[in-house]
Nanobody, 123 residues
Framework: QVQLVESGGGSVQTGGSLRLVCAASGFTFSDYCMAWFRQAPGKEREAVAAIASTTTYYADSVKGRFTISRDNPKNTLYLQMNMLKAEDTSMYYC??????????????????WGQGTQVTVSS
């Protein structure tokens, strides 16, 4: 049974940091492009970052502040978020799609999706 379980969300002040974690199971993690998306109420879903084996891709809105990484032996995906802004407030989701990435993914192109973790940034 495939599972993607996100954790690490929470409430933080502007300028703070959070690390999101996505624990994967039920598929061969290393064969998949992994990605983070986010969606705020009333807004379009946005691709945040993606990672192939080592190559990473970022949305312009998070470049220089967020870092995506993966630990294949642990079947785990991470998103380190620094210098958080109020506009980063969203539900964050991890997804998986068979390699290659070729850039940021489209949510609908993913093979598997997690349930999300909420990030709230306040001033």
């Amino acid at each position: 049974q495939v599972q993607l379980v996100e954790s690490g969300g929470g409430s933080v002040q502007t300028g703070g940091s959070l690390r999101l974690v996505c624990a994967a199971s039920g598929f061969t993690f290393s064969d998949y492009c992994m990605a983070w998306f986010r969606q705020a109420p009333g807004k379009e879903r946005e691709a945040v970052a993606a990672i192939a084996s080592t190559t990473t891709y970022y949305a312009d809105s998070v470049k220089g502040r967020f870092t995506i990484s993966r630990d294949n032996p642990k079947n785990t995906l991470y998103l380190q978020m620094n210098m958080l802004k109020a506009e980063d407030t969203s539900m964050y989701y991890c997804t998986a799609r068979r390699l290659p990435c070729g850039g940021l993914l489209r949510y609908s192109d993913s093979n598997y999706w997690g349930q999300g973790t909420q990030v709230t940034v306040s001033s």
